[in-house]
């Protein structure tokens, strides 16, 4: 079932499409800022380390990067919980 983000667990793997060699028809633009998520524009395909496939049919998709997100690996806003990263890197 989808849920309200358009996000499913494809399970089977398959990425990129077969019979693509691997190749798109355009670059895929991926935005990265200094305090919060990955933005990607889709649909995107992420390879969990657990070997699972999940599939945004978002138009850009927002990938966790602090690794609080309960909605792993998408973003869900945590990160505005922590300070931001100067000054972390300050202490």
Known sequence: MLNEHDERDEGDGRCPEPGTGGRREHAVRVTLGTDGPMLIEGPVEVALPDGRV??????????????????????????????????????
């Not at 909605?71 to 945590?78: F, K, L, M």
């Open 54 to 91: 999940v599939r945004s049919d978002r138009f850009t998709a927002a990938v966790c990067l602090c690794g609080l997100s309960a909605r792993y690996p998408w973003c869900d806003t945590s990160h505005r919980r922590r300070p931001p990263r100067s000054q972390r890197n300050a202490q």
